[in-house]
């Protein structure tokens, strides 16, 4: 198994559907997070959940929503989208310690989102 | 402002050739770390270094190398006998310590290494 994995890789919804990415990662790591890549921007942290605490940008609509059962999976339940959603939805999981500082994150291959 | 900046959108070299990704960053903590990535076409996010503020010693990996200065608040890439594999898009981020994970990317470069 890779270390983190994604389904599905495309997807493709009308503004009224319901969907979910869904993120599996098989490293033993305590920190996963969802991030949004748009086309010439940088990268946008959407979630982290850290040894089971979520932490969340403000900025992100309420139409995203994450669930984190257990450490080593992750989902973005999806409703009633803009077409300004569609992007790349990575996911990413990390080894995080109590002492501060960030660790290397590992990727996914994505979910390319494209939102009618 | 933007923490992390990649002011090279795309870079074009032809193979063989030496090329230096720039990468400048902004922080008031005395205590970050630095990364490079790179994204190949199909799409993940493959880790190539963390360096933390308090080495300042460049690093050399295989045709990869990095120079960190902290007196311009640099951290550049530097791809020595580029490879047609090298193509990619390399992108630069800063983590803080007070912010452990959260990770400010820059909107990276884009690398054509030309056969």
Not at chain 1, 88 to 99: I, K, N, P, V
Not at chain 2, 50 to 75: A, C, L, V
Not at chain 2, 78 to 107: K, P
Request: overall charge negative.
């Amino acid at each position: 198994e890779t270390g983190v994995t994604q389904t599905p890789r495309h997807l493709v919804m009308g503004m009224t559907n319901k969907k979910s990415l869904k993120c599996e990662q098989h490293l033993g790591h305590n920190a996963m997070y969802w991030y949004k890549q748009s086309a010439k921007k940088p990268l946008e942290l959407m979630f982290v959940y850290s040894l089971e605490e979520r932490v969340e940008n403000n900025s992100v609509p309420s139409r995203f929503s994450p669930e984190c059962p257990n450490s080593s999976h992750l989902f973005l339940h999806l409703h009633t989208l803009q077409p300004e959603d569609s992007a790349l939805y990575l996911c990413a999981s990390s080894q995080e310690g109590f002492s501060g500082g960030a660790n290397e994150q590992f990727f996914g291959p994505g979910t390319r989102l494209t939102v009618l | 402002a933007q923490k992390v900046t990649q002011a090279q959108t795309e870079i074009s070299v032809v193979e063989k050739e030496d090329v230096t990704l720039d990468c400048v960053y902004e922080t008031r903590d005395t205590t970050y770390y630095l990364f490079w990535y790179k994204q190949p076409p199909s799409g993940e996010l493959v880790f190539l270094i963390r360096r933390n503020s308090f080495d300042e010693q460049n690093e050399i990996s295989g045709r990869y190398s990095w120079n960190f200065q902290k007196s311009t608040s640099s951290f550049n890439f530097t791809i020595t006998a580029s490879q047609v594999v090298d193509s990619a898009v390399y992108f630069c981020a800063l983590s803080e310590v007070r912010t452990g994970n959260q990770f400010y990317f820059g909107t990276g470069t884009s690398l054509t290494v030309i056969p």
